[in-house]
């Protein structure tokens, strides 16, 4: 069944109750509701086309107590955050007015991500990428081999903590 | 007498990705692309048979290994990766103002369209319009870029098909000599004959010289006459038409969730096109008049491309003549590289490329004092090549070898932009 609705982040809220907060971003989603929220933009709103799959590290950050003037009362403390990835999505619903929508989640450095292949057949080779690149591994995804680099390539070159001039054999 | 109710008609189309497709176009039968050859048919004899990378008919670098029982295809797996240079690492080390010359090279057959969709991304994150004559010739010369690399497309895909039409490379000489005229409008436009570094965040570098209009003008009359030539020659052909039609047939379906756009998805009947769809620069300016055909075959992208070729040239025309006057650029030119900052956040914007969409998104971090930083924190390119090519698993499976060769070339892949 497939209904017209003009704001899927609305659809989104209202279906599942998250709340988006950046629109290029879309909804923050819990890992075990990814597949079932996928599998509903497809088959319910009908996003058939996958425009990409992206992750993002951000590094493990101390924790930070802003400046302040003494007498002054102290500011809050911004909390350490973890060693993690922002994983987001972007499909997209064909023809005359296009739309896409985003989706996104976050995945701290040794946990696993749902794999959306089983949704989108294109989500396969973007999934790759990204777990080549930048180390997110994908659970149940079918082959999940490198594709840019070699296979035995030390590291994922778009981690923030791989250095640009990092040292490799000349014949690779 | 008892009535049997008449059987209620089969819906003659059905809805796929906000398109109407007719339901015959819809086939379910792909080929399976993790197929366990283990299980594989334990009579027949499987050979592995490695194309490329360096071969020519595989535009580029590409490594696909082939499955054959006797002469068909059992199971396609492309490998990548033969011309990665760190494209998107080196774009978190670059300013946003010289990362245009570096994307340049993506795709190295059309580097206008590399050059508008990353600096559209910029300036979306800068939040500033480029001005109406910026707009203009932005469109116009996308869409020169569009008619030379469906040119080149034509010449090289006649040399994949090689004997068939008399070695093929006649075929390719004519497209390269009427190429070789809209880099001289390049040239005369940029200084470059390649990789121009035209574009630049919130506009042009360039400015139109005196004159260009009607060189502009000269040369597509030229290369619209010429067109009708290649017609001739390949249309009817009764051996371009043997090796093309029904072969290569791609599921309107599948080419979606692979992410497949631009003249392989029209070929399938997917009427889908970001210039009329989602207009961005100047394409509001003029009616765009989406080709699309039905067979999703090699034959019809073939006709579909030099339907599109056309297009773009009355496209051109439509916007020659109306050129605003005004600045080229919405930035001071002088202070660009240490202007654009642009506050922390996320952006993606997409073009309709010759090969489908291309498209960036891009992380801007934070920089000192609050401010934005100078460089993208991720910059991720969306290139239509790579898309195209993990469609090549499902439809090669039960094909001959020499047919692949040609959907492999019908599929236009660019490696320099897969691979990135």
């Known amino acids: 069944m497939i209904v017209d609705h003009p704001d899927t982040a609305a659809w989104v809220a209202e279906r599942f109750g998250w709340q988006t907060a950046d629109p290029e971003l879309g909804p923050q989603v819990p890992a075990d509701q990814l597949v079932a929220l996928a599998t509903a933009l497809r088959d319910e709103l009908d996003f058939a086309y996958v425009v990409y799959c992206v992750a993002v590290h951000y590094p493990a950050e101390d924790e930070i107590q802003p400046k302040f003037k003494e007498g002054e009362e102290p500011p809050p403390v911004i909390p350490a955050k973890p060693d993690r990835c922002l994983v987001t999505y972007r499909v997209r619903r064909l023809g005359p007015g296009t739309t896409t929508f985003g989706f996104h989640l976050w995945v701290p450095t040794g946990e696993t991500c749902p794999s959306l292949v089983d949704v989108w057949a294109g989500m396969d080779w973007q999934e790759r990428e990204q777990y080549d690149l930048v180390g997110v591994v994908f659970d149940g995804h079918p082959d999940l081999r490198r594709i840019m680099m070699s296979e035995d390539w030390p590291g994922h070159p778009l981690r923030r903590d791989y250095a640009i001039d990092t040292r490799h054999h000349p014949w690779r | ?420």
């Open chain 2, 1 to 420: 007498m008892a009535v049997t109710p008449s059987p209620t008609p089969e819906p003659a189309t059905q809805r796929v990705g906000g398109l109407e497709l007719p339901v015959e176009l819809l086939r379910p039968a792909w080929g399976d692309p993790y197929l366990d050859l283990d299980d594989y048919d334990a009579e027949s004899d499987v050979m592995a048979l490695n194309l490329g990378p360096q071969h020519p008919s595989t535009h580029g670098v590409l490594r696909v290994k082939l499955f054959m029982d006797g002469e068909v295809c059992v199971r396609a797996v492309p490998y990548l990766g033969y011309l990665h240079r760190g494209v998107e690492k080196l774009c978190e080390k670059l300013s946003y103002a010289n990362v245009t010359p570096i994307v340049d090279k993506n795709d190295y057959v059309s580097p206008m369209m590399n050059e508008l969709a990353i600096n559209m991304t910029f300036e979306k994150l800068m939040g500033c319009e480029p001005p109406p004559r910026a707009q203009v010739i932005r469109t116009i010369v996308a869409e020169l870029q569009r008619v030379a690399s469906h040119l080149l497309w034509v010449g090289t895909f006649c040399l994949d098909i090689g004997g068939a039409i008399g070695g093929g490379a006649s075929a390719f000489m004519h497209t390269f000599r009427e190429r070789e005229l809209i880099l001289e409008i390049f040239e005369e436009l940029t200084g470059c004959r390649f990789h121009y570094n035209h574009h630049t965040v919130g506009g042009q570098r360039h400015d139109i010289p005196a004159g260009w209009d009607t060189l502009v003008k000269q040369t597509l009359d030229h290369i619209e006459r010429r067109t009708f030539e290649y017609e001739d020659m390949l249309t009817e052909n009764p051996v371009f038409k043997a090796r093309t039609i029904g072969v290569g047939v791609v599921d309107p379906k599948l080419a979606m969730a692979c992410g497949v756009s631009g003249p392989v998805l029209r070929a399938s009947g997917g009427d889908h096109d970001l210039r009329r769809d989602a207009p961005y620069a100047a394409y509001d300016r003029v009616d765009v008049d989406v080709q699309v055909r039905t067979e999703g075959d090699i034959y019809a992208r073939y006709l579909l491309r030099l339907a599109e070729l056309r297009e773009s040239i009355r496209i051109v025309r439509c916007l020659i003549d109306d050129i605003p006057e005004g600045p080229i650029c919405a930035l001071k030119a002088v202070k660009l590289p240490g202007a654009v900052k642009p506050k922390p956040g996320f952006a993606y914007t997409a073009i309709e490329s010759p090969r489908g969409e291309l498209g960036t998104f891009v992380v801007a971090g934070p920089g000192k004092r609050g401010k934005g930083g100078p460089n993208p924190y991720r910059c991720k390119i969306r290139p239509p090549s790579y898309h195209v090519l993990s469609l090549l698993p499902y439809i090669a499976p039960g094909e001959n070898l020499s047919d692949i060769i040609a959907i492999l070339g019908s599929l236009d892949p660019i490696m320099g932009e897969a691979d990135r």
